[in-house]
């Protein structure tokens, strides 16, 4: 198996109270940690950021911007895209081509949105995906329903991509394989 981790999303407005990523806590450090062992093993990094015309992800904002934690470390490509998918309209599955990847790794913002989303792509495209449970995070969000906390949102996305998506791990477990 050829790999390429995949770092969503890791903007500064998930680190503002307009979309504060609040589970898991530390999710941003589990980033870092999986993108330096990413690196150690010569797997490539592709950082993916979310733009758009307008609001908190407008492109040139300070909310849109990579957060310098990121931003400051090694990666191999860089891709900017306008959906949730990592892959619509973006360079991503000529750069998996080239690369010779057979398997994404998910990590960054948000669970629900951009990394179910790319997960399920991938899976679409005949990737294999390994999904970063405590490399991910998410939100609280107000629904038809009612407020979802946070971790209920991770944790359902999370059983669904286990049920037919991905191979769902831990930073641990996936430097393990």
Request: proline share 2%.
């Amino acid at each position: 198996m050829k790999k390429a981790l995949l770092v969503i999303d890791m903007q500064n407005i998930y680190f503002t109270d307009e979309m504060l990523v609040s589970y898991p806590k530390g999710s941003l450090d589990k980033v870092l940690e999986a993108m330096d062992f990413a690196k150690a093993q010569g797997i490539p990094i592709i950082v993916v950021q979310h733009s758009s015309m307008q609001g908190g992800f407008k492109k040139g904002s300070k909310t849109w911007e990579i957060c310098n934690q990121i931003k400051n470390k090694s990666y191999d490509y860089y891709i900017e895209k306008y959906k949730p998918s990592s892959f619509y309209e973006t360079q991503l599955e000529d750069i998996l081509k080239k690369e010779q990847i057979d398997t994404v790794v998910i990590s960054g913002y948000m669970t629900h949105m951009c990394c179910d989303t790319t997960a399920r792509e991938a899976f679409h495209l005949g990737y294999y995906v390994e999904f970063l449970s405590d490399a991910t995070g998410t939100i609280h969000l107000n629904t038809p329903g009612g407020q979802k906390q946070s971790k209920e949102i991770h944790e359902t996305v999370l059983a669904i991509q286990a049920s037919r998506f991905s191979k769902v791990l831990t930073v641990e477990e996936w430097k393990g394989l």
